[in-house]
């Protein structure tokens, strides 16, 4: 099997929790707390507070910081997010937008001049995985900057969240580290003890391969040729991923047909959910929703042989160009 998509979906295995670990509000509640204070010593936050990784979830989460300030979110960001954003304004409320310009990059000289006092960005823009230096926007803005840090954790983030979803296959409630109070303390029966214990592990389990990414992508060029191009430079990705695309089809083709060989690739979030919808974040680059089916991303957990990317490559091309032939006989 080759997982491709693990940043998409990494499908944690044999889940284990400890009763000790079980809340009561006459207990001190110690297996937990020594947990927490695990979680909060390795990312250096005061606080954790747990949400639900959707729509309805990051809109109470806007709602709580509408109090205190100005918004502004990036368009690279996830998905629920962007979705909560449409509600939040569709309720009344002013939300800043930063734009994604045509090589993906987030354009953010929109922060210039801007009174803004929270800031949705992170260090990368979902499905591209195009990086994003917050250490040049903290010179823009004295804004918090919210960054999610399931892919890459960046120390210039003031907050920062996780997905439960792509980080352990499991739909749990998703964890926000933040200091000072930021947000109002929750009660008991709100703290996820399974989601925390999950999250952390999966964490402490997520590897990062950096040497295959050029190779695959030497190979790719050499074999489809002019078949294969590019939205983004992948030497302003994240080492561990690799993003291109596929002339003349439908990227839901090739993947299903290469899952049937245990070799998994994704065209981005609408994909990876489930919601068979191409990449938004491609559109958002200014391209059509045609063009958006042709991007395929990849992320690397292991290291392969040049043997075996060998042979995965050739696999992908064989796939495309029989999807191809058919698609131009249709």
């Known amino acids: 099997m080759y997982k491709l998509n693990f940043l998409q979906y990494n499908n944690m295995q044999n889940l284990h929790i400890n009763s000790e ?9 110690q297996k937990y707390l020594e947990l927490e204070k695990e979680f909060l010593s390795k990312y250096s936050f005061e606080n954790i507070n747990y949400f639900s ?22 368009l690279g960001e996830t998905q629920s997010l962007i979705d909560a ?43 591209t995985f195009v990086k994003t230096s ?41 964890l926000i580290l933040f200091s000072n109070d930021l947000f109002e303390e929750q009660v008991i029966s709100s703290k ?22 050029e190779i695959f992508k030497e190979k790719l060029q050499n074999i489809l040729k002019d078949d294969v191009y590019f939205f983004v430079d992948n030497k302003q990705t994240l080492p561990y991923t690799l993003h291109f695309a596929l002339k003349n089809i439908k990227a839901r083709e090739l993947i299903r047909t290469l899952a049937l060989d245990e070799i998994y690739i994704s065209n981005g979030e609408g994909c990876s959910l489930g919601l068979s919808k191409p990449s938004r974040v491609i559109q958002v680059m200014g391209y059509d929703e045609t063009t958006s089916r ?37």
């Not at 937008?97 to 960005?121: A, C, M, P, R, T």
């Not at 918090?144 to 960046?154: G, H, Q, R, V």
Request: hydrophobic share 40%; aromatic share 10%.
């Open 21 to 29: 670990l079980s809340l009561n509000i006459l207990s001190d509640n």
């Open 53 to 74: 990784f959707c729509k309805n979830g990051f809109l109470g989460l806007l709602l709580e910081l509408n109090k205190k300030g100005k918004i502004a979110i990036s």
């Open 85 to 127: 954003a449409n509600l939040f304004e569709s309720l009344g409320f002013e939300i800043v937008y930063l734009d994604l310009l045509k090589d993906g990059n987030v354009n953010i000289s929109k922060l210039e001049n801007q009174n803004i006092d929270f800031l949705f960005l992170s260090s990368y823009v979902m499905d």
């Open 134 to 174: 917050l250490e040049e926007v903290k010179k823009l803005t004295s804004a918090k900057i919210i960054s999610n840090a399931s892919a890459f954790f960046d120390n210039n983030s003031d907050v920062i969240y996780f997905d439960a979803y792509k980080l352990t296959g499991f739909f749990t409630h998703s």
């Open 192 to 213: 996820d003890v399974i989601a925390l214990k999950n999250i952390l592990e999966a964490l402490e389990n997520q590897k990062f391969e950096t040497t295959t990414k």
């Open 294 to 330: 042709n991007a395929i991303t990849l992320s690397f957990s292991e290291k392969y042989d040049e043997q075996t990317i060998e042979k995965v490559v050739n696999k992908i091309a064989k796939k495309y160009l029989q999807i191809k032939v058919l698609n131009q006989g249709n």
